[in-house]
């Protein structure tokens, strides 16, 4: 009988399943807290990608300035190019004051005249600038007003572009001189407070609008 009961009860013992129980808490004991850690850090992330955006969104707007500086500048010229395409006029020649002697045609308001550097030389704080002017006609032109803008060299940057039309320096010079016909006539301009580095690069427009011609021969 003792066999039987023993059989009987461990039989029974296999066929019930093993519940597993959960760890008990002591009194006055809490579940632990979830970490912060990870929040900490997500949020340390999130500041460094809205800073990084800040930044980026303060450089677009200083190119935006620049672009747009850029363009309010070189609007009127595109314009005046685009007319002066049309009637096939030069108003303005640039010359490189490293490189005297080479001449170019520039329309005057009377005519086409030709424009070339001289001696080019520091003068007190700025230069001393020697610009000729040839006149292909037998007319002599009274006066000239000489418009000229002068720049650092420009290299060919296009990023660099707004900040080289910064640094752009423009004058005009009035002359009662006389452009005698068929010859080379000198005029002597003065670019003050300008230092070496800030001189590589010359436009010069020209505008004469009163003439003067020999009376006719008499018959």
Same mark, same amino acid.
């Given at each position: ?5 023993a059989?009987l009860f461990l ?5 019930v ?8 808490? =002591? ?6 807290t979830?970490s ?8 340390r ?5 809205v800073?990084q ?17 850029s363009?309010?500048?070189?609007a009127?010229d595109?314009?005046?190019?685009l ?13 490189d ?7 170019a ?19 007190l704080?700025?230069y ?5 002017i040839?006149?292909p006609?037998?007319? =002599? ?26 640094k752009?320096?423009s004058q ?11 010859r080379?006539n000198?005029l002597?301009?003065?670019l003050?407070? =300008? ?5 590589g ?9 009163t003439i003067?011609m ?6």
């Amino acid at each position: 009988m003792k066999i039987v009961a023993a059989a009987l009860f461990l039989s029974v013992q296999l066929a019930v399943p093993c519940v597993a129980q959960a760890p008990k808490t =002591t009194p006055g004991q809490t579940a632990a807290t979830p970490s912060v850690n990870s929040q900490l850090s997500e949020t340390r992330e999130l500041r460094k990608e809205v800073e990084q955006l800040r930044g980026e969104v303060e450089a677009l707007k200083k190119a935006a300035k620049d672009t747009k500086t850029s363009l309010d500048w070189i609007a009127p010229d595109v314009l005046q190019n685009l007319n002066d395409i049309g009637t096939l006029k030069h108003t303005s020649v640039e010359l490189d004051p490293a490189a005297p002697d080479k001449y170019a045609g520039v329309e005057s308001g009377a005519g086409l005249l030709l424009v070339s550097l001289g001696k080019v030389e520091p003068y007190l704080d700025g230069y001393r600038v020697e610009l000729k002017i040839a006149n292909p006609y037998l007319m =002599t032109f009274k006066g000239v007003d000489v418009s000229v803008t002068w720049a650092p060299r420009w290299k060919v940057n296009i990023d660099q572009f707004a900040e080289w039309i910064k640094k752009n320096r423009s004058q005009k010079f009035s002359f009662t001189d006389e452009l005698v016909p068929g010859r080379w006539n000198s005029l002597s301009l003065i670019l003050p407070s =300008t230092k070496p580095d800030e001189f590589g690069y010359l436009s010069v427009s020209l505008d004469t609008n009163t003439i003067s011609m020999r009376a006719s021969l008499s018959k």
